[in-house]
């Protein structure tokens, strides 16, 4: 089992620490199915979510995690904390350390964030989002949803068409599956594959060859919040056009594929609501529910890991 007090990166996890996250996670997912959903594993436990962003679901799972873990869960926004008073960081995590907080899930604009700040403190540090970087537990999460559906993970396709560039999810994705034998293949508008070469797999050139063959496709939105001002489509009109997922291109997908998305969904715009809401092909809802089990089983692994 992972054996490291932080989860910072999918890049720390072996093949084998995956397999074990997600068979905790169907035990926890089982648990959230049983009229009684608490475990005491982290009872007395203090869990801090320092989100220095904007989120709903990962907030709300890591939360549910947390409670239903038996943990005392305490949710932190940076609009109305001292950050906005001049307090650094550091300070500020520092401060809530102070009051004997255990693991801190921390969501922030800027990569690195996380490694920073497990770095500068005692607790344990669970990566939320941070900037352009990573997203670990969306990926263990995501995995999880891809082997409910397949039942193996050798030799899938699996398509993640969108954003690539500034993608967290994608990076996350990206490397984890590569260590399952996963075969990944890329697609967006040119400006949003920049510097994509570096994880080593296929770059396709419409939607159309991204989906052909595919068991998984992943959507991912634009990431109109890290644009810095440079916009990589003309319109959103014009990226629906030319890059969303619609009834019509699915004619050309394989049989059985599955369709994803990290959420939040932007409909019309990456992808329909005929497709996405289309029961034979969206694991979505799958996604968010997996998510709170996935969580689970990180918090409790990092909560015994403290200890070694």
């Not at 520092?94 to 500068?120: C, E, L, P, T, Y």
């Not at 059985?256 to 497709?275: C, K, L, Y």
């Amino acid at each position: 089992m992972y054996k490291l007090k932080h989860l910072l990166s999918t890049q720390d996890l072996s093949a084998d620490d995956i397999y074990d996250f997600i068979a905790l996670a169907k035990d926890f997912k089982a648990l959230n199915r049983s009229d009684i959903k608490k475990s005491d594993s982290l009872r007395g436990k203090t869990v801090i979510n320092a989100f220095f962003e904007n989120s709903t679901r990962t907030r709300i799972s890591f939360e549910i995690a947390a409670k239903r873990l038996g943990a005392d869960a305490i949710n932190f926004s940076a609009g109305s904390s001292s950050t906005k008073k001049g307090e650094t960081l550091i300070d500020t995590i520092k401060n809530m350390q102070a009051m004997r907080s255990d693991i801190f899930v921390v969501r922030h604009a800027s990569s690195g964030a996380a490694k920073f700040i497990a770095s500068n403190c005692d607790a344990s540090i669970v990566n939320a989002g941070d900037g352009l970087n990573e997203h670990p537990t969306q990926a263990l999460l995501d995995l999880l949803t891809i082997h409910e559906a397949k039942g193996k993970f050798e030799g899938l396709e699996v398509a993640i068409i969108g954003d690539i560039f500034r993608s967290r999810v994608a990076r996350s994705d990206a490397w984890a599956m590569k260590k399952l034998s996963i075969n990944v293949r890329l697609f967006g508008p040119p400006m949003m594959l920049r510097d994509c070469e570096a994880f080593g797999c296929r770059i396709c050139k419409s939607v159309e060859e991204a989906i052909e063959g595919a068991d998984v496709i992943i959507m991912l939105r634009i990431q109109l919040e890290r644009q810095d001002g440079e916009p990589s489509f003309p319109s959103v009109r014009e990226y629906s056009k030319f890059f969303g997922l619609t009834a019509k291109r699915m004619q050309v997908a394989k049989e059985g594929v599955i369709i994803m998305h990290p959420g939040p969904i932007n409909r019309g715009v990456e992808i329909n609501s005929d497709v996405a809401d289309d029961p034979r092909f969206t694991c979505i809802l799958d996604q968010v529910e997996n998510g709170a089990a996935m969580r689970m089983a990180v918090l409790h692994t990092i909560n015994l890991n403290r200890s070694l």
